[in-house]
């Protein structure tokens, strides 16, 4: 065997190994950016999620408020707790 041919054989072998190599180093990265994704989507999810039971908690919290702000015919509603009043 001359060193031509050995260095052509070893070549070809490198190459080969290079591609491999390639292959599942692509497939590692695609595998991770849709496993990222698959993450972003379900955290954006949840965060819509949060969002809409804020607004839901706010909208509650403020719906009991203006009912007892619009009320002035009930005196024990007047009354605060902290303070002594004569009814």
Known sequence: MSADDFQSKYASVMESM??????ETTKLFEN???????????????NEDLKTKCFQYETAKAAPSAQRGGEAG???EKCDTAVQCAL
């Open 18 to 23: 290079l591609k491999s190599a390639i292959a």
């Open 32 to 46: 991770m950016v849709d496993e990222l994704k698959a993450e972003i989507s379900k955290i954006k999810k949840e």
């Open 74 to 76: 009930n005196a024990s």
